[in-house]
Nanobody, 126 residues
Framework: QVQLVESGGGLVQAGGSLRLSCVAS??????????MGWFRRAPGKEREFVAA????????DYADSVKGRFTISRDNAKNTVYLQMNSLKPEDTAVYYC?????????????????WGQGTQVTISS
């Protein structure tokens, strides 16, 4: 069974930065063949795609709303994926979720991610 645990959320002022981490664990589980993604859900809104990275880290994808501000990366040796968030805006306020897909290629549709974390709250004050 795969467990994904997010951390790094918090309250910051607009213009600030946060780095989210997602550590995967489970008996013999490794993320090295999985595509990984970050999604978010703001209050009263639908879950939306934020960023994704393929199994090797060689390909990434971002939502238009975060391009140039967020960077997704991974360290397969540590079973960890990161989301560096810079120039944060109040509209980035949401619960951020990490997800893993057995399909190792770049993915952005939530339906192909079979494992999800519990989420970490990110709140940006204006």
């Amino acid at each position: 069974q795969v467990q994904l645990v997010e951390s790094g959320g918090g309250l910051v002022q607009a213009g600030g930065s946060l780095r989210l981490s997602c550590v995967a664990s489970g008996r013999t589980f490794t993320i090295s063949t999985y595509a990984m993604g970050w999604f978010r859900r703001a209050p009263g809104k639908e879950r939306e795609f934020v960023a994704a990275i393929n199994w090797s880290g060689g390909s990434t994808d971002y939502a238009d709303s975060v391009k140039g501000r967020f960077t997704i990366s991974r360290d397969n040796a540590k079973n960890t994926v990161y989301l560096q968030m810079n120039s944060l805006k109040p509209e980035d306020t949401a619960v951020y979720y990490c997800a893993a897909s057995r399909l190792g290629g770049l993915q952005s549709e939530p339906e192909v991610f079979g494992s999800w974390g519990q989420g970490t709250q990110v709140t940006i004050s204006s």
